[in-house]
């Protein structure tokens, strides 16, 4: 599924602005617009699903390309099991196929498979197949692929304040060192770079419950083109747009 090419990271000139010209270290992308791909040309729904993870694959090869860190893809919300059990199923078959098939890839290619989010409430075959490729791909530095899988901001959010509430209770961390630094070790991307650049596809402009807390200083950029037609041009844009942008973090 994932092979990016092993060629050396690429510099991108700004486009304007104080960006520096300064590669995102770390990229996360709301994948939009699957089922409205597959609809435009007839198809059903499924195919839009499977063409949306073959524009993962040439993402992922060319933000390693152009020397990106981390790419985070919102594979799967924990809203999604609302939608039909058919596609529901069509995405957990999808799930299974490239992960006995890409791993072995990722690993060769240097490549870190995080996922975030509760994997485990999936079928236990499929939570096999991720623990077994996350394992498998635990010492690779070339970069990280985080997918969020049954992922919400939300609960995250919610899972870190229990745990620092009952780390209080027991008296291990007094309440007034809680802070931002605190809380952000807790969450499920503690072990990655900052946030850079939030991407999401299809038009759509809201974050859809994804990494709320991360997404606090980063760059957003929404984009009309529906996610299966997303590739390496398109990353190439925003990465772009990203470097002519002036990041003041509140400075100023």
Known sequence: ?????????????????????????HIAIIMDGNGRWAKAKGLPRAAGHKQGAEAARKVLRAAGEAGVECLTLYAFSSENWRRSADEVGDLMG??????????????????????IGDYK?????IVKLIEEGVARTSSNRRMTLAIALNYGAQAELVQAARRLAERAAAGE????TIDEAVIGAELDTADLPPLDLLIRTSGEYRLSNFLLWQAAYAELLFVD??????????????????????????GR
């Open 173 to 176: 961390i007094a309440p007034a």
């Open 225 to 250: 083109t529906l996610w299966p037609d997303f590739g390496a041009e398109a990353l190439a844009a925003a990465i772009a747009a990203y470097c002519g942008r002036e990041r003041r973090f509140g």
């Open 121 to 125: 409430a999936f079928a236990p075959d």
């Open 1 to 25: 599924m994932f092979r990016p090419a092993k060629a050396a990271p690429r510099p991108v000139e700004p486009a304007g602005g104080q960006g520096g010209g300064a590669v995102p270290r």
């Open 94 to 115: 999808l799930l299974r196929f490239y992960l006995r098939s890409e791993i072995e890839a990722l690993h060769k290619e240097g490549v870190r498979l995080k996922i």
